[in-house]
């Protein structure tokens, strides 16, 4: 898997949480990709309780006092499976990759003294507004961002990670290219039949049937799944 760190809020509060990002399949012991169309995600409430407790029990393992802090009954944890918009997930992961804390474009207005900046309240219907810290707020919110030395924001797990992506990321693409052409050629050949993708479910397909004539003399194709 692929996870990235992301720490802050709209408003440069701490906000420390992840992104990460799970493929839908796996290399076994045979180095034989495995793919799975559903059912490979961990059950959000479950996974919830799992996270939590993982997290406290190496916080203990690593000697720190868990009496002091003010921990959350239900911790926030989601997973959705996103089979069907790699592609739009990858976009939307890889901003969190590239940008820093805040962009130029929030800047509004800077004094010897404050400095205003765009934000967006998402517990506020997602509205809008205009923020002024002094400039000892404003540094101290940016700078609690800045990485520890040796922490890096982006990390890559399994077969995705830096030590063998490039070898096992071309054998999973040489195994599914040839999936790919055994399948390709046990399909009937329908180059000359008209369909389209279905638009509800977005996986069957629509193909043309017949042609109704009604008495107004209008064409009126009839699509079936």
């Known amino acids: 898997m692929t996870c990235v760190l992301h720490t802050w809020g709209q408003n440069l ?24 169309s559903k059912g490979y995600l961990y059950p959000v409430k479950a996974l919830s309780k799992v996270f939590k407790g993982k997290m406290l029990a190496e916080l203990r393992d690593n000697g720190v006092n868990l009496m002091g802090l003010s921990i959350p009954q239900i911790w926030c944890v989601y997973t959705k499976a996103c089979l069907h918009y790699s592609q739009q997930l990858l976009s939307y992961l890889a901003r969190y990759t590239r940008k820093g804390v805040m962009s130029e474009s929030r800047l509004v207005n800077y004094t010897k003294n404050t400095v205003s900046f765009k934000y967006k309240d998402y517990r506020d219907s997602n509205q809008n507004k205009l923020m002024t810290l002094n400039i000892e707020e404003f540094i101290r919110r940016y700078l609690q961002h800045v990485l520890p030395k040796g922490l890096v924001r982006v990390r890559h797990y399994g077969f995705l ?49 017949s042609i109704v004539l009604p008495s107004r003399k209008l064409i009126e194709p009839v699509l079936t799944g």
């Open 161 to 209: 990670a830096n030590a063998c992506s490039s070898r096992k990321i071309q054998r999973i693409k040489a195994q599914c290219k040839t999936d790919k052409t055994s399948t390709e050629k046990l399909k009937p050949k329908t180059d000359k039949e008209m369909h389209w993708p279905c638009t509800e479910c977005k996986l069957g397909e629509l193909k043309l049937v």
């Open 13 to 36: 509060s701490q906000h420390i949480h992840l992104h990460c990002l799970i493929p839908a399949g796996s290399l076994n012991k045979q180095q034989q990709w495995q793919e799975i």
